[in-house]
Each structure stands twice: as structure tokens, then as C-alpha cells.
């Protein structure tokens, strides 16, 4: 059962506009989230987090948004950049603050030029 | 600062073989994680440790086996290669107190055949 879901494989946007991208989850105990984002042939790189008692941070052109009540986050990039092509990963973190991230299975971006 | 080193980063297995994927990290993180992420799928933690000498089974670690005898190293064993092992895996240490803010290796391909 997955835990953590990123309903959407891919995303296409233009260069300067809003990249939103998705992410569900199931397991109420999360209480901590991250995005992680991913090049190809490389490993998957930090991007930015939010605990679960705030619902948004932001940093630079990145904003990650958390309804509690729906379950649902979702990161903002904005103006996007080709450079930001890339797979996102969604992941969660359940208490007591050891245990492993849950991952979803990530949102390939791609920013047209 | 290397950060976290993976070796090899190709292998081609024949079934039934063994081999040990190498990880090193430098940045003295207690935490330590092997992943495998298969085609289209998200990161699956295989074994994680917590410090030297303390490893735990993470969501799949049937086919495999890890040690971790000193902070820098977290080798992972796969004994009797299956082609369900044919995956890209991942080593990542995370420091105590940003336990969720994972540094990644580059990761290795590995082919069963």
C-alpha cells in the first residue's frame, strides 16, 4: 500500500511560469516532508522541507504548501528554469524521529524553453 | 568534501553471484540508508544504521546484508544475485538532528543477467 502517492509521472511547463507539482498521502501519523529532486545519473539532492505543524515554506523560487486536512502537499516553483527539469520526489516522516522517509515515486519536470 | 562515494557504478551480475557495493561518506553522519529505485518506482530503503554497529532492516531487505564497523563505511551484500535485483541503488547519511535531510551517493546500476 503506498503511502506516500505522486499521481502525476510527468509534467510539462513552459520557462517562466508555475511549476506545481503534487503529492497525497495516506498515513496520518507524518508529521514531517520533504522534497527531494533528482538529474539523471545522479543521486537525489535535498530541496526543501515543511513540518507538519506549519503550512507553507518557502525558499527562493520554492514553496511547498501543506493541507493537513486533505492530506495533500504540493511544491511551487516559481518562475521555473530549465535547469529545474529534473524528478521530484515526494517523501514523509512518521514520529518517533528515527524511523526511514517514505518515498512516493517522484514527478518527472520538464521546463520548455 | 566528497560527501557520500559509491563504488562501483556499473555492474553487470550473472545469476547466482555475489558481490558487495562499497559506501563511504566523509561528512561524519551517524545515520547511514541503502535504497533501490527500479524503473518508474520510488526509493525503497533496503537496510539503514544508526550508528557503528547498529543496522536495522529497512522495507526490503530480503537478498541482501550489511555491516557498518566503522561511521565512514556501509557496505551492502547481495548474496545469490537474482534478476529481481536488477535495480539502481543508493547510499545516503544524514547527520543527527537533520536526520531527513539525506546527502546521496551517485548511485550504482546493477544488472542481473
Known amino acids: 500500500d503506498q503511502q506516500v502517492k505522486q499521481n502525476s509521472p510527468s509534467l510539462s511547463v513552459q520557462e517562466g511560469r508555475i511549476s506545481i507539482l503534487n503529492c497525497d498521502y495516506t498515513?496520518?501519523?507524518?508529521?514531517?516532508f520533504l522534497w527531494y529532486k533528482k538529474y539523471p545519473a545522479e543521486g537525489p539532492t535535498f530541496l526543501i522541507s515543511?513540518?507538519?505543524?506549519?503550512d507553507k515554506n518557502e525558499d527562493g523560487r520554492f514553496t511547498v504548501f501543506l493541507n493537513k486536512s486533505a492530506k495533500h502537499l504540493s511544491l511551487h516553483i516559481v518562475p521555473s528554469q530549465p535547469g529545474d527539469s529534473a524528478v521530484y520526489f515526494c517523501?514523509?516522516?512518521?514520529?518517533?524521529?528515527?524511523?526511514?522517509?517514505?518515498f512516493g515515486k517522484g514527478t518527472r519536470l520538464s521546463v520548455i524553453a | 568534501n566528497a560527501g557520500v562515494t559509491q563504488t562501483p557504478k556499473f555492474r553487470i551480475l550473472k545469476i547466482g553471484q555475489s558481490m558487495t557495493l562499497q559506501c563511504t561518506q566523509d561528512?561524519?553522519?551517524?545515520?547511514m540508508y541503502w535504497y533501490r529505485q527500479d524503473p518508474g518506482m520510488g526509493l525503497k530503503l533496503i537496510y539503514y544504521?544508526?550508528?557503528?554497529?547498529?543496522?536495522d532492516k529497512g522495507e526490503v531487505p530480503n537478498g541482501y546484508n550489511v555491516s557498518r564497523s566503522t561511521t565512514e563505511d556501509f557496505p551492502l551484500r547481495l548474496e545469490l544475485a537474482a534478476p529481481s535485483q536488477t535495480s539502481v541503488y543508493f547510499c545516503?547519511?544524514?547527520?543527527?538532528?537533520?536526520?531527513?535531510?539525506?546527502?546521496f551517493g551517485p548511485g550504482t546500476r546493477l544488472t542481473v543477467t
Open positions: 545516503a547519511s544524514s547527520p543527527p538532528g537533520l536526520i531527513y535531510e539525506q546527502y
Open positions: 498515513n496520518s501519523m507524518f508529521d514531517y
Open positions: 515543511i513540518s507538519s505543524i506549519k
Open positions: 517523501a514523509a516522516e512518521a514520529p518517533p524521529g528515527n524511523t526511514p522517509l517514505v
Open positions: 561528512m561524519n553522519h551517524n545515520y
Open positions: 544504521s544508526v550508528g557503528a554497529g547498529i543496522t
